[in-house]
């Protein structure tokens, strides 16, 4: 018995120091509410809550169907221009790496953000049901994004401008987005 129990530590231990230097895990991302901008190999640049990206960045307004929520019609967002953000870290000219909270990644080509510039959303539009829960004030045109409505970023495209062919499994669609980078 003190044999397995040995072996099973051992094992655990080994797959924890695996587990720990070969991958990106969300205890290296523990804040959902921080958007890291990174060098390739992983070094922090900059980081950003969305108070502090919307005082930084130029804010562009985005209306937009959303591929998996297309019955609830056009939403706007408003946030910074992807391109705009890497730029000023002198990734401008890079594909980039896009890491969500979840570790879901996409790959965003500098193609795609010269032809669709979308952008990095911090706020959505308020909504009929927003303005009847309280969530928006009367005056209010836009509200944070909030975690428990996919995250506190969101890199959003506008709909009307993508290929046909792009459906609700299209990769550049990510939520509670958490780290920029360029891609290897």
Excluded at 11 to 30: G, H, K, R
Excluded at 108 to 121: C, G, K, L, N, T
């Amino acid at each position: 018995m003190r044999f397995f129990m040995h072996v099973f530590s051992v094992f655990a231990v080994l797959t924890i120091a695996f587990l720990s230097a070969n991958s990106t895990t969300l205890a290296d991302y523990d804040d959902p509410k921080k958007l890291s901008i990174e060098a390739a190999d992983g070094t922090p640049l900059a980081s950003y809550t969305p108070e502090q990206l919307q005082a930084a960045f130029a804010q562009h307004e985005v209306e937009t169907v959303i591929p998996w929520l297309k019955a609830e019609g056009a939403v706007s967002f408003r946030g910074p221009r992807l391109r705009e953000v890497m730029a000023k870290h002198g990734l401008d000219n890079r594909d980039i790496l896009a890491i969500a909270f979840d570790e879901y990644t996409a790959n965003i080509s500098v193609e795609d953000m010269d032809a669709y510039a979308p952008i990095i959303a911090t706020e959505i539009g308020c909504r009929e049901a927003d303005y009847k829960s309280g969530l928006c004030l009367k005056e209010e045109k836009f509200r944070p994004l909030r975690q428990e409505e996919n995250g506190y970023f969101r890199l959003i495209w506008p709909s009307a401008q993508l290929p046909k062919s792009s459906s609700e499994n299209d990769p550049r669609w990510i939520w509670a987005l958490v780290v920029l980078r360029p891609s290897s």
